[in-house]
């Protein structure tokens, strides 16, 4: 086995014999090869000259969202991009067969999502976001058979219903899979990103209405509609103004709805568990799967999932002091 240094700076560094790689930095550096697992703004930089190895969806979303990646490469001797389940275009790597950096990650398939990959590895960095025990999310169908009843509830009264989620990921699973009610309409910036989805190969209906024609239109008038949006507190001006003017009711998706607190938080009417990250279960399902000999978490819970794992039997150990002082209701 070639020597192997594993440890978190701004980002994680691995030093694989001669291979130097720089895993999600925040910043360039000059002697790395950089890996983007995908384009949530903590995961992406700015870089003219450096080399950085992403698929080809998180170059063009990085785009679209101010960080420009000016010298892509799609394809690495040793390095294999794996698909992670957490968004559209997202990956994780598995390096000379033996390291897997798992980058945010989902173990379900949901709407057009398939499941993360979980190759058999010797040293496994794995994301633990929900790292906590406690921290156990329904199951998707369950999550998404409340949110018809809601919508069905309250059109029943004639009322609009907003559903909100992070824009990159969340809001594209979510006009997924609620496409069926209509009229439909999304926020502006769910429909830049979404446009750029449907372009690089994503099937989502392309004659969806942004909230902003419907508005130039007089079509809010006409209740009730159902509206992509991003997550806004309830306590906003742009939803305070639609919960009265048309008397609109909030639906805010993130696994961070696990705690009751969150509702309150974040002032919305229903918050559902849908995560595009593991639960506990799931983050102990991966690292049973890909069966490592050594451990390192990052993200969220780092400590408290190494300690877990530790518990279990696995050597096990945080890898991010810094990342864990980013605010909690944060799920990017
Ligand atoms: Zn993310
Ligand atoms: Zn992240």
Same mark, same amino acid.
């Given at each position: 086995m070639k020597q192997i240094r594993v440890r978190a700076a701004e980002g994680i560094f691995v030093e694989y014999g001669d291979l130097k790689l720089a895993l999600d930095p925040s910043k360039p550096r000059k002697d790395s090869l950089i890996f983007v697992s995908h384009a949530h703004y903590d995961h992406l930089l700015e870089s003219e000259h450096h080399k950085v190895l992403a698929s080809k969806e998180t170059i063009s979303l990085a785009a679209i969202r101010g #960080?420009?990646?000016r010298n892509p490469v799609f394809e690495v001797e040793g390095l294999k991009m794996l698909n992670s389940?957490?968004?559209?275009g997202s990956r994780s790597l598995l390096i000379k067969d033996e390291i897997y950096y798992t980058g945010d990650f989902s173990l379900r398939s949901r709407a057009f999502l398939q499941e993360g990959e979980t190759p058999r590895c010797k040293i496994l960095i794995i994301?633990?976001?929900?790292? #906590?025990?406690?921290?156990r999310f329904p199951s998707t169908e369950e999550i998404i058979d409340r949110a018809h009843r809601i919508i069905s509830e309250q059109f029943s009264y004639g009322r609009p219903v907003i559903l909100m989620g992070y824009p990159l990921g969340k809001a594209q699973v979510l006009t997924s899979i609620f496409s069926s009610w209509k009229p439909l309409y999304q926020h502006g910036l769910v429909a830049k990103i979404n446009s750029t989805c449907v372009k690089l190969g994503l099937e989502l209906d392309k004659e969806i209405k942004t909230y902003q024609e419907a508005q130039e239109k007089n079509?809010?008038?006409? #209740?009730p509609w159902v509206l992509i949006s991003p997550?806004?507190?309830?306590?906003?001006a742009f939803i305070s103004n639609l919960r009265k003017k048309y008397g609109a009711v909030t639906v805010a998706f993130s696994?961070?709805?696990?705690?009751?607190?969150f509702k309150y938080a974040m002032g919305v009417d229903y918050a559902l568990p849908m995560s595009d990250h593991c639960d506990f279960n799931e983050l102990m399902e991966v690292v049973r799967r890909c069966s490592p000999e050594v451990i390192y978490t990052f993200h969220g819970f780092a400590s408290e999932f190494a300690g877990y794992l530790c518990k279990e039997g696995f050597d096990a150990k945080p890898l991010s002091p810094i990342q864990e002082s980013i605010s909690r209701y944060v799920d990017e």
């Open positions: #960080k420009v990646i389940g957490h968004i559209f994301e633990s976001t929900y790292g #906590k025990e406690g921290y079509m809010l008038e006409r #209740k997550m806004y507190s309830g306590r906003s696994g961070w709805a696990t705690d009751p607190s």
